[in-house]
C-alpha cells in the first residue's frame, strides 16, 4: 500500500502516486474483472475558445460500459505504442498478508508533461480535478533528498546573486542630439498610432505590417555625408524622405 500512494494519496476508489517522471493511478475494478473485458483512453478535449484551454480525461471501459472517467489535474504524454495512448496492467492485490483487504487493481502509468519549460520537476498536488489536494512541499521524495533545493529557492538566490553581480557597475552616458532625439519620438509617435488603428479594426499588428515598416528603419546605404539627415518635414513622407538622401 505505501508503494501504491508514495507522493500520492489512498482515495476510495483508487490510490495513486508520482516520481519526478511519472505517474500511476491504481484503479479499483471488480474481482472478476479480465483484461479482454478493459479497454483504458486519455481523451482529450478541446475548446473553441482559447482562453478555456485543454482537458484531459481518463476513461476506463469495462466489459462494454464507461467504469470510470475523471479530469485529469494535468497533462500526461500520449504514447502511441499502446492501445489508448496509455500503459496499463490488471493485477491482483494481496493485501500484504492480511493487513489490507484483498483487492483486483487496474494500474494505469502516464509520462508527466514537462513544465517550466523543462527546467523544474513538477510534483503534482492531486491526480485529478476535484480531489483534495497534498502539501507537495512535504512529499517523501522530495524532502529525503538532503543538499536539494528546491526550484522557488534556487530561483530567489539566482536573483540576489545576480543584483550582487550589478550593483557596482556604472551606468554608461548615451548622448544624442536633438535632431536624433526629435526624429526618434516622431518615428515611435507614428508607430504607436500605426499600432493603435490596427487594434481597432481587427488589422495585422506593425511587426506583421513590414511594407509600411520599411520607411521608418534605418537606412541600409551610406549617407552622403557625415552630417545628421535632416528632421522630416510636416509634408514630407518617410519614404520619400530616405529616397532624398540616399545615393
Known sequence: MAYMTRNGAHRDKYMWRQDWREVEVFLKVPNDTKHNEVSVAMQEVVHQYPHVGFQYFLNVTIGGKLFFKRELAFKILRDKTFDGGLMWSLQSYDGEG????????????????????HIAKHWWNCAFKGEPAINVEYITDRTDQKGVKNFT?????????????????????????SDDYEKAKKCEKEINERRRANRKWGLPGVEEDEEWMKPLRAPTKPLKSKELIPRLSTTDSASDYYDNHLE
Open 98 to 117: 492480511g493487513k489490507y483487504p484483498k483487492m483486483r487493481l487496474l494500474q494505469v502509468i502516464g509520462i508527466k508533461e514537462r513544465r517550466f519549460h
Open 153 to 177: 529557492t534556487v530561483w530567489e538566490e539566482a536573483h540576489k546573486l545576480f543584483r550582487e553581480k550589478i550593483k557596482h557597475r556604472k551606468r554608461i552616458p548615451i548622448s544624442l542630439s
